[in-house]
T-cell receptor
Framework: DQQVKQNSPSLSVQEGRISILNCDYT??????FLWYKKYPAEGPTFLIS?????DKNEDGRFTVFLNKSAKHLSLHIVPSQPGDSAVYFC?????????FGKGNQVVVIP | DAGVIQSPRHEVTEMGQEVTLRCKPI?????LFWYRQTMMRGLELLIY????????DSGMPEDRFSAKMPNASFSTLKIQPSEPRDSAVYFC????????????FGPGTRLTVL
């Protein structure tokens, strides 16, 4: 059973525009939500997180929004840069473990 | 500071052979996680350890898979016998309980079973 779901597996966006990635979860007991970024032949690296008691967290060009009532979060990247081309994983934390979505491939076109 | 170290980076083997994947977590971290990444299922947690003790192995797909953590700086994931459907990228990650929820991932081992 997939507790964390990422639809729209791939996204192409022009450099300078906004990239929006979406994520849905099923378990209301998750404490934190994280986004990881993965380049080919590398392990995922942590990007940004948000506590379940907040609805927004911003770090530079990256902003994560959480809608607990809808069990939905999103990652906004603005402006998008070619170096942002990667696979992005949504993850939810609970009970000392992370549950991951399948990932979204983002391609930023120069 | 070195990150999580995994070896080998690539492994090609024939069906029926034993495969051992190795992981060295970040020094000082007390939780270690083994994941498998496939196109179909994404990143799946196989097993995790706290203070070298296996806490949850419910993600281990079959008895052919086993994992050990003999000390705080080393863990292995063994597949015996291996099958073509085990082909995937296997990641090891570590974290420090109480310091945040972030896990730090190694570069992964790409396993191909022919």
């Amino acid at each position: 059973d997939q507790q964390v779901k990422q639809n729209s597996p791939s996204l192409s966006v022009q450099e300078g525009r906004i990239s929006i990635l979406n994520c849905d979860y099923t378990n209301s007991m998750f404490d934190y939500f994280l986004w990881y970024k993965k380049y080919p032949a590398e392990g995922p690296t942590f990007l940004i997180s948000i506590s379940s008691i907040k609805d927004k967290n911003e770090d530079g060009r990256f902003t994560v929004f959480l809608n607990k009532s809808a069990k939905h979060l999103s990652l906004h990247i603005v402006p998008s840069q070619p170096g942002d081309s990667a696979v992005y994983f949504c993850a939810a934390y609970g009970n000392n473990r992370l549950a991951f979505g399948k990932g979204n491939q983002v391609v930023v076109i120069p | 500071d070195a990150g999580v170290i995994q070896s080998p980076r690539h492994e090609v083997t024939e069906m029926g052979q034993e495969v051992t994947l190795r992981c060295k977590p970040i020094s000082g971290h007390n939780s270690l996680f083994w994941y498998r990444q496939t196109m179909m299922r994404g990143l799946e947690l196989l097993i995790y350890f706290n203070n070298n003790v296996p806490i949850d192995d419910s993600g281990m797909p079959e008895d052919r898979f086993s994992a050990k953590m003999p000390n705080a700086s080393f863990s292995t994931l063994k597949i015996q016998p291996s099958e073509p459907r085990d082909s995937a990228v296997y990641f090891c990650a570590s974290s420090l309980v109480g310091s945040g929820v972030e896990q730090f991932f190694g570069p992964g081992t790409r396993l191909t079973v022919l």
